[in-house]
């Protein structure tokens, strides 16, 4: 057990929809990042957060957007849901922002379009 | 920029031989490298990390990668497979960008373990 965890752990919604995917990180740690990983992308980087700011940006559809809250929880929301955005969302937390500290991952949101 | 290559998409290897998935890297600044395991249906576990201290570096289940800088290289080996080893395996560089940090994936290769 990773200490990351994520709500909810399969989502099912329709095209045109919103969802929003949540997550807790460790105890402790400042930093949250999403990741996608679709069959056709593999692993992307989406956001990064830490410490409630926004610190880096990956490969976010304008679609989607993130924030991060005061107890540190961050929740990943998608509009306007396409079938591509079928996927398996991951989120993962580090102790740091910067420098060589791992990140520990969740066990994933797997979200089905229809 | 940051790039990571995994040479194999799969490798399948006898219960019991060794184990040898390779990842080259290219980095802008001296790197810290991961490799992760993802089991079917589970999330990223870390198996270990290089970063920037011993170059041959030990990591949890019998793994170790060594770092090459003049080969640009990280690869991953086990003496020895076991049939639990058959999963997804992701080579990741890390650069510091400022203070900001991002993880940069390879393409993962898929180990398979026969009996």
């Known amino acids: 057990d990773s200490g990351v965890t994520q709500t909810p752990k399969h989502l099912i919604t329709a095209t045109g929809q919103r969802v929003t995917l949540r997550c807790s990180p460790r105890s402790g740690d400042l930093s949250v990042y999403w990741y996608q990983q679709s069959l056709d992308q593999g692993l992307q980087f989406l956001i990064q957060y830490y410490n409630g700011e926004e610190r880096a940006k990956g490969n976010i559809l304008e679609r989607f957007s993130a924030q991060q809250f005061p107890d540190l929880h961050s929740e990943l929301n998608l509009s306007s849901l396409e079938l591509g955005d079928s996927a398996l969302y991951f989120c993962a937390s580090s102790l740091e922002g910067g420098g060589a500290t791992e990140a520990f991952f969740g066990q994933g949101t797997r979200l089905t379009v229809v | 920029a940051q790039s990571v290559t995994q040479l194999d998409s799969h490798v399948s290897v006898s219960e019991g031989t060794p184990v040898l998935l390779r990842c080259n890297y290219s980095s802008s600044y001296s790197p810290s490298l991961f490799w992760y395991v993802q089991h079917p249906n589970k999330g990223l576990q870390l198996l270990l990390k290089?970063?920037?201290?011993?170059?041959l570096v030990k990591g949890i289940n019998g793994f170790e990668a060594e770092f090459k800088k003049s080969e640009t290289s990280f690869h991953l080996t086990k003496p020895s497979a076991h049939m639990s080893d058959a999963a997804e395996y992701f080579c990741v560089v890390s650069d510091p960008l400022g203070s900001a940090r991002q993880l940069t994936f390879g393409s993962g290769t898929q180990l398979t373990v026969l009996p």
């Open positions: 290089y970063t920037s201290a011993a170059t």
